[in-house]
């Protein structure tokens, strides 16, 4: 009976030790983990956060699993890729690890706040993921610009570069309005081409230019010009400055408002010019030019005015010396005064005579054939 008893342990302790092996041999054919570095990311509404996710098999045997993902109930789009192609059941070698992607894409109508995902990988385990989404989703369009204020002329062109965000869910084509002031122009432009509208894509955006011309008499002040970006779905709306400081103008003429002037060939005549700012706004160094018929000279002084502040006027003389070989007739001098902001064009009608001198040299030819004649009638006529 004793020996019996001991018989039983030894066989109970022999089959409790291979029970034993047999079981951490099976724990060992069939271990596995399921990994990735970053369990927590953070994203916006709109982006797509991705997930480098390792199967590793520390068995001695192959493993294989299926592959699903528990959204949670958020209903967040999820993608498993491997090779690039989607993937649902994948098969590790013994000591070997497979890397699939997971790729989830944060919704634009969505809340701020923790979001909590499972990845399901079968006898590799559970791989909890976490999205911390940073800011509340705004499901609509946004029209914005880095520098809504501008400052210049009223001969200046106001340059804006905005940007048109569709934060909807599909493409939208979006007119494009500006309220100006009147006698403004508001243009806007898509890759240096004039558009009246544009299309963006869902979650989208698309880069656009406004330029904005004053009116030609636009005083000096701030405008305010609100810009549209609108369809029958959602709008964007911006509002742009364009500061005036001043209006430039320039009036060149002669100081007895005649534009006209008699000249022998050969000789000179001056005129007495004014050139007159006539903006809100300083000018400076006003150059004087010509555009006169060959062989003619044109000089003026001063040459240059240096400055010339609003209301002003300064006095220009301007000599003008005809051709020596000019027929009689009339010739135009152009006279023109620029600065770098404003030009202004004086025609001047130049009356060529002939000169006081040939006239009598003329009529002396005249008299020497005549007394010619006289001489022959005198000397042959009595034969």
């Known amino acids: 009976m004793h020996?019996?008893?001991?018989?039983?342990?030894?066989?109970?302790?022999?089959?409790?030790?291979?029970?034993?092996?047999?079981?951490?041999?099976?724990?060992?054919?069939?271990?596995?983990?399921?990994?990735?570095?970053?369990?927590?990311?953070?994203?916006?509404?709109?982006?797509?956060?991705?997930?480098?996710?390792?199967?590793?098999?520390?068995?001695?045997?192959?493993?294989?699993?299926?592959?699903?993902?528990?959204?949670?109930?958020?209903?967040?789009?999820?993608?498993l890729t491997a090779g690039g192609h989607p993937i649902r059941q994948v098969s590790v070698k013994p000591k070997e690890s497979q890397t699939v992607n997971l790729s989830l894409e944060v919704p634009l109508e969505v809340s701020k706040g923790d979001y909590a995902f499972r990845v399901d990988a079968g006898a590799f385990g559970a791989l909890p993921l976490k999205v911390n989404v940073s800011e509340g989703g705004t499901y609509k369009s946004e029209l914005a610009t880095e520098q809504p204020n501008m400052q210049g002329h009223t001969d200046s062109t106001f340059t804006y570069a905005m940007t048109l965000n569709n934060r909807t869910a599909s493409k939208q084509q979006y007119a494009l309005t500006a309220e100006a002031p009147a006698g403004w122009d508001a243009k806007f432009q898509v890759s240096g081409t004039n558009v009246t509208s544009v299309d963006v894509g869902p979650n989208g955006s698309q880069s656009i230019t406004v330029n904005l011309t004053p009116a030609d008499k636009a005083s000096a002040d701030t405008y305010a010009i609100k810009v549209h970006a609108a369809n029958n779905n959602t709008s964007a709306d911006a509002e742009l400055q364009a500061v005036i400081t001043g209006t430039y103008g320039l009036d060149f003429t002669a100081s007895d408002q005649r534009l006209s002037a008699n000249v022998t060939a050969g000789g000179t005549r001056h005129l007495e010019m004014v050139v007159h700012n006539t903006g809100s706004a300083e000018l400076t160094d006003v150059s004087l030019t010509s555009q006169a018929p060959t062989d003619w000279d044109v000089t003026f002084e001063p040459k240059t005015i240096r400055s010339l502040k609003p209301g002003e006027s300064a006095p220009v003389t301007a000599t003008i010396k005809s051709s020596g070989k000019s027929l009689a007739g009339d010739y135009v001098v152009g006279l023109t005064a620029q600065s770098a902001e404003k030009s202004k064009d004086a025609a001047i009608r130049v009356t060529v005579k002939s000169s006081v001198l040939w006239g009598w040299i003329g009529v002396l030819i005249i008299l020497a054939v005549l007394a010619g004649i006289y001489g022959l009638f005198r000397k042959y006529g009595r034969r």
């Open 3 to 79: 020996r019996f008893a001991k018989k039983m342990s030894v066989g109970l302790t022999l089959s409790l030790l291979v029970g034993l092996l047999s079981f951490a041999a099976t724990s060992f054919a069939a271990g596995g983990k399921v990994y990735t570095p970053y369990t927590s990311l953070s994203a916006a509404p709109g982006e797509t956060v991705s997930y480098d996710i390792d199967l590793i098999n520390d068995g001695t045997d192959i493993q294989s699993a299926d592959l699903s993902f528990d959204d949670g109930g958020h209903g967040w789009k999820a993608t």
